[in-house]
């Protein structure tokens, strides 16, 4: 009996195959992380746009980008700091949708996101930016998105609108987006300046500058 009892307390609860190494479930809490003060933005004067090397740079009021056929993700997110979230649910529209319409150059291979600010926040202000390769953004992988549970996206989480691009880690997710400019070369955005992985996939732990 006693090397039953002992098996049994060797035992490790399984680990959820969901879960990239060195994270763990965060259950129903979700950290709000921010380096800057919340922009209040207002839906009549959010906009969204996608410029630089396309072939119609393209500016989306609110109910224009609305009006264009929804997207949702279900799935996890995953944050550098060590948490993840299982089975989240956003709604929004896929930066397909909008590549589709701005057509992207042959020459353009990456883009950079960029966000509202608010006004004074910080001395220099921060402009939260954060790069991609132009395939990490297409092919259904990323998405403008406004709510999340099926309630609209709270504003510390980045409402009205975020980018979620929920195969990289969380920083890639601006917040407050404002846009994207397609590039035809990398530049490194915020946290990738300054000791962020530069593509920071979670499943081999691209955490930082190096691994
Ligand atoms: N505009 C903007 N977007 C941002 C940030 C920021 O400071 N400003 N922080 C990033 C970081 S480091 C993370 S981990 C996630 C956090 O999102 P959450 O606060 O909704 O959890 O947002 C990312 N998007
Ligand atoms: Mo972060």
Redesign the pocket.
């Known amino acids: 009996m006693g090397f039953t009892r002992g098996f049994h307390n060797r035992r490790q609860e399984p680990r959820d195959p969901r879960l990239p190494p060195g994270q763990y479930d965060t259950g129903s809490l979700?950290?709000?992380?921010?380096?800057?003060v919340t922009?209040k933005i207002s839906t009549a004067s959010w906009a969204f746009s996608v410029e630089g090397l396309v072939e119609r740079p393209t500016i989306w009021t609110w109910d224009e980008i609305q009006a264009l056929p929804p997207s949702s993700y279900e799935g996890d997110?995953h944050?550098?700091?060590t948490w993840s979230k299982l089975g989240v649910t956003f709604k929004g529209v896929s930066v397909d949708t909008l590549l589709a319409t701005a057509v992207p150059l042959p020459v353009a291979t990456h883009a950079l996101a960029f966000?509202?600010?608010a006004q004074s926040s910080t001395v220099p202000p921060?402009a939260?930016t954060?790069n991609f390769q132009l395939d990490d953004l297409s092919g259904g992988k990323a998405w403008v998105a406004w709510e999340y549970g099926g309630q609209p996206l709270?504003i510390?989480?980045?409402g009205p609108a975020?980018?979620l691009v929920p195969h990289l880690?969380?920083?890639?997710?601006?917040?407050?987006?404002a846009g994207l400019r397609l590039l035809d070369h990398d530049q490194p955005g915020?946290?990738e300046r300054n000791g962020?992985h530069n593509r920071g996939d979670p499943w081999v732990e691209q955490r930082y500058d190096g691994d």
Not at 30 to 36: D, F, G
């Open positions: 979700w950290p709000v992380l921010t380096a800057e922009p997110i944050c550098v700091t966000c509202y600010t921060i939260y954060t709270p510390d989480h980045g975020r980018l880690y969380f920083w890639k997710s601006a917040k407050w987006v915020f946290w962020y």
